[in-house]
């Protein structure tokens, strides 16, 4: 079996995810990705979390979803409605910057308590409120990083 290192742009969890020197093999004349993908999906929230800039629709959907949560238990837990949470996945209504980071908390709360420290400290809804003009960034996994994930 043919094997290699790959540097792509990866859209499966619905927005792009720069692997960086990513593990593929070749199958039936295909290169694949030779990757535990829940192991990537699990660095790539924790990465959401602690994202310095505003989450796009499709991160907020990914986290959700992520979590098993509909829109509507996401909506009761931030006490707004599912049509505000769809809304906001469509990128058809902005979410303020603390309602934002409360979702963050919410998501941290639920993905693992541990992160909820780092949290506090790294988003806040100044930073975020500063940053909502800025060009979103795209989440970057080096898969050496990815490897060595202890998950």
Known sequence: MKTKRETFIYEG?????????????????????????????????RGLIHKPTPLTGKEMRFMRKFLGLSTVDL?????????????????????SPSQE???????????????????????TAELLAKEANSETSTIKVPARDLAAANF
């Open 101 to 123: 980071a409360y979702a963050r908390l919410i998501f941290c709360k639920l993905f693992q308590g541990s992160e909820l420290e780092k949290l506090f400290t790294e988003v």
């Open 13 to 45: 969890l619905g927005f792009p995810v720069e692997l960086i020197d990513c593990p593929m093999k070749e199958v039936v004349g295909e290169w694949v990705l030779d990757i535990n993908i829940m192991a990537l999906q699990r660095f790539v929230f």
């Open 75 to 95: 909506g009761k837990k931030l006490g707004v409605s599912h049509a505000a949470v769809v809304k906001w996945e469509k990128e058809d209504s902005k979410i």
